[in-house]
């Protein structure tokens, strides 16, 4: 879902960056009140690689010829809380902009607001979180991620449908685009809230302390060491594995080739 500068214009590029950026350092300065950041910053080292590791490895999707990645924002917000996983995301995609090419360095508002900003500051507090609360069984876990991640890729998919048809950088028709996006995005958020559920079942059943969504702010772990060099193996592993990788293009470039094989560009 990586957008490219070449498919925004500034009058939406510019703006989504200052939004962007205002919002990272209202997050920021939570986090910094609340005393939660050096508590939890080896996990927050080790979710951020880890996620940058995952989102070098595309996965098919079966019968389409597009393939996915996971984002990660619902998977972070819910160990290390909103503020600090949104902060996260916003690295993982900076790096990616600048050294990697993955997304454009113009269009990084859009992109940490879409994967960033919507998963971890709107579908986790007022979803994910309340979903959880006082949960008792991990399978209450597995089901709010599954959901959240679904409402995180249908959001961030519609978002990025908005922002690309309403630049006008290219003749692209919002219902054709819309239509091709979100059906694809759906798929590819099924998958992500399965290995997202997994991954904080197996935290839950471990160090269920560790989850900010059933943790008080009054009773926030002293350390997550533990837990970040689980994360720290994880991410040197999927480093291992991208090379393995689906070379199908993602579910924006499927949509945009289908829209040229329509015709419609």
């Given amino acids: 879902m990586h957008i490219a500068d070449a ?59 597009a393939s996915g990645h996971i984002t990660g924002g619902v998977l972070l917000a819910a160990m290390l809380g909103g503020n600090l996983s949104v902060i996260c995301i916003a690295a993982v995609l900076a790096i990616q902009a600048l050294f990697f090419a993955d997304g454009g360095i113009l269009a990084l508002g859009c992109n940490i607001f ?13 979803f994910f979180k309340p979903f959880t609360k006082n949960a008792a069984a991990s399978g209450r876990i597995f089901a709010a991620a599954l959901l959240s991640c679904i409402l995180a890729l249908q959001a961030g998919a519609f978002a990025a449908v908005l922002e690309i048809t309403l630049s006008g950088a290219a003749a692209i ?47 926030k772990p002293t350390s997550s060491r533990g837990v970040a060099l689980i994360f720290s193996a994880a991410a040197v592993a999927a480093l291992l594995l991208s090379v393995f990788a689906s070379r199908c293009p993602d579910g ?3 949509s945009l080739e289908k829209i040229s094989e329509l015709g419609s560009l």
């Fill in 252 to 254: 924006l470039e499927w």
């Fill in 7 to 65: 498919l925004l214009s500034s009058h939406i590029a510019v703006p989504m960056c200052i939004v962007s950026g205002a919002v990272l350092a209202l997050s920021a300065a939570r986090a910094v009140k609340d005393g939660s950041a050096e508590a939890r910053l080896p996990l927050m080292a080790a979710g951020g690689a880890f996620i940058f590791a995952a989102q070098m490895i595309n996965f098919a999707i079966p019968g389409t010829g």
């Fill in 114 to 126: 879409n994967m960033g900003i919507l998963p971890c500051l709107v579908v986790y507090p007022l």
């Fill in 173 to 219: 028709p919002f219902r054709t685009f819309a239509l091709l996006m979100q059906p694809i995005h759906l798929a590819i958020g099924i998958a992500e809230g399965v290995i997202t559920g997994a991954v904080l079942r197996f935290v839950y059943r471990s160090r269920p302390e560790i989850l900010d969504c059933l943790t008080p702010d009054t009773q």
